[in-house]
């Protein structure tokens, strides 16, 4: 019987691990019950945004209420854990606990769930890019529900004047790295809609910079628009942007600001709030 139908049920008392497909899964003889109990009691009170009684604790971690106070009076003389006398709540300091883990963590690995929840709050694909000379190099990416014409793999490289990614990095350049940049790309053009004038791109860069986000129509292949926010780190000489790209079969470049840009900036801002926390 579990807490809730009015029992004690201690599910560290055993030495077989959980379940799966039916089959008990043997633990180590080196495995640390006390341990266990105590990420229980971790695990139990960052579920609530509430401070918490010894019961709530103990009930929550599914273990005795003696063993939870134990707990909870090692993890706050530890300064994991606060109370007033009656009720509990973790500190800001459980936070260093998983700190090393996010540390370690690469754009891809941050990125990549809030891309996935752009995608589908969108239903377009979405990728992430940095720049390499005057270069685009694609360093995460999440496919859309339908099939596109253009589809692109992490490392691919597209030029960085005809796409919404491309433009928004460059707006993040200082203007001397801009202006040296711009010597030395080729402006190809790929529609009849590329921009070929390093003047008329800087005239689009200074807009980006002034509207924060970056629009591309069909400027590197018909049919294709793209719109693109940078996000933030800490090293502000080597820009990151997100994008959206869709057919304009299901979006104008109108409703791409209306309907995709609130969501991917929610998106970027929430990887930069990721990346803040690990120092990147």
């Not at 606990?97 to 891309?115: C, F, K, M, T, V």
């Amino acid at each position: 019987m579990s807490p809730a139908d009015g029992q004690f049920v201690d599910p560290t008392s055993r030495d077989r691990g959980p379940v799966i497909s039916g089959e008990p899964v043997e633990r180590s003889k080196d495995f640390v019950k006390s341990l266990e109990r105590g990420l229980a009691v971790i695990r139990a009170m960052g579920s609530s945004n509430d401070p918490m009684t010894l019961s709530e604790v103990a009930a929550r971690a599914g273990i005795p209420r003696a063993a939870a106070r134990r707990f909870l009076i090692t993890l706050s003389e530890l300064s994991y854990v606060e109370s007033d006398g009656r009720l509990f709540r973790l500190t800001p300091r459980v936070m260093e606990l998983g700190y090393g883990y996010l540390s370690g963590l690469s754009l891809p690995d941050i990125a990549i769930p809030h891309a996935e929840w752009l995608v589908n709050e969108t239903k377009q694909p979405s990728e992430g890019a940095i720049l390499d000379g005057d270069e685009i190099v694609y360093v995460f990416r999440v496919p859309g529900p339908y099939i596109m014409s253009s589809n692109v793999n992490v490392g691919a490289r597209m030029p960085a004047h005809a796409t919404a990614l491309g433009k928004m990095l460059l707006a993040g350049l200082s203007d001397d790295r801009l202006d040296e940049l711009l010597k030395k790309i080729k402006f190809e053009s790929y529609t009849e809609r590329t921009v070929t004038d390093p003047a008329r791109l800087k005239e689009d860069i200074e807009r980006i910079r002034e509207l924060g986000y970056s629009l591309v129509d069909q400027e590197l292949e018909p049919g294709l628009c793209a719109i693109a926010v940078p996000i933030k780190t800490r090293k502000e000489d080597e820009p990151v942007a997100i994008n959206v790209s869709s057919s304009i079969v299901h979006h104008t470049p109108e409703s791409m600001v209306e309907e995709i840009l609130p969501p991917l900036r929610t998106a970027a801002d929430q990887i930069a709030a990721d990346l803040a926390s690990t120092g990147a």
